[in-house]
């Protein structure tokens, strides 16, 4: 069993920031990726990447803690949504494994 808890969300102003961090536990023997994913409101689930944020974002990796985060700044309304983690990995029974975080909700205001 693995377990992601993410934290960071929030309410923010436009132009703001804030910094979402996703930590793995349980019986894990390797992480081949973690990812993050958003969900505006009415729309699909989309995968976050530099290109799709226009550099704005920044995400970044703990090994040794199994931890994700993303630095998500000059925030913008359009940003609001809900930010999932996403990790991929191998058990310690070396089984494969996909796991999604709970969720937490990002608001931007203007």
């Known amino acids: 069993q693995v377990q992601l808890v993410e934290s960071g969300g929030g309410l923010v102003q436009a132009g703001g920031s804030l910094r979402l961090s996703c930590a793995a536990s349980?019986?894990?023997?390797?992480?081949?990726?973690m990812a993050w994913y958003r969900q505006a409101p009415g729309k699909q689930r989309e995968l976050v990447s530099t290109?799709?944020?226009?550099?704005r974002f920044t995400i970044s990796r703990d090994i040794a803690k199994n931890t994700v985060y993303l630095q998500m700044n000059s925030l913008k309304p359009e940003d609001t949504g809900v930010y999932y983690c996403?990790?991929?990995?191998?058990?310690?029974?070396?089984?494969?494994?996909?796991?999604w975080g709970q969720g937490t909700q990002v608001t931007v205001s203007s």
């Open positions: 349980g019986s894990i023997r390797s992480i081949n990726a």
């Open positions: 996403n990790v991929r990995g191998v058990s310690v029974d070396g089984l494969g494994f996909l796991y």
């Open positions: 290109d799709s944020v226009k550099g």
